[in-house]
């Protein structure tokens, strides 16, 4: 995350469960999730507007993670293991935090990419 640093974003894409970041510099980073036989990561809420981190620099790019993070959050059903991991990202317009939620059985990554693309 802390790539984005400093880099001014001029397009976000969006779905749900990947999300792709176009910056200035013609740098593009994405964050994702493989997924595989017995898992499921996705993006479960963004608190803020994606759009406040368009065209000014990043000041702040962070993750936090916590397997044992307890809330009282629902599950459809009740996993094995969960992992929850928080997207910070801040601009002199604003402030987003992006949760993302995985499930798995135990024995599978419920992490969430971060990668540059191009």
């Not at 993006?43 to 507007?49: A, L, P, S």
């Not at 406040?52 to 397997?67: A, G, N, R």
């Not at 995985?102 to 540059?116: A, K, L, M, P």
């Amino acid at each position: 995350m802390e790539r984005l640093l400093g880099k001014t974003i001029v397009k976000i894409n969006k779905d749900d469960d990947r999300i792709e970041f176009i910056c200035s510099d013609g740098s593009e980073f994405a964050m994702f999730h493989s997924q595989n036989c017995c898992e499921h990561v996705r993006i479960e809420d963004i608190d803020g507007d994606l759009d406040d981190l368009l065209y000014s620099p990043i000041l702040q790019s962070e993750s936090v993670s916590d397997d044992d993070f307890e809330s009282n959050f629902k599950f459809e059903y009740q996993p094995e293991s969960h992992t929850w991991t928080f997207y910070k990202l801040a601009t002199i317009n604003g402030y987003v935090t992006i949760r993302w939620l995985g499930t798995s059985n135990g024995y599978y990554s419920e992490s969430v990419n971060f990668e540059q693309t191009n």
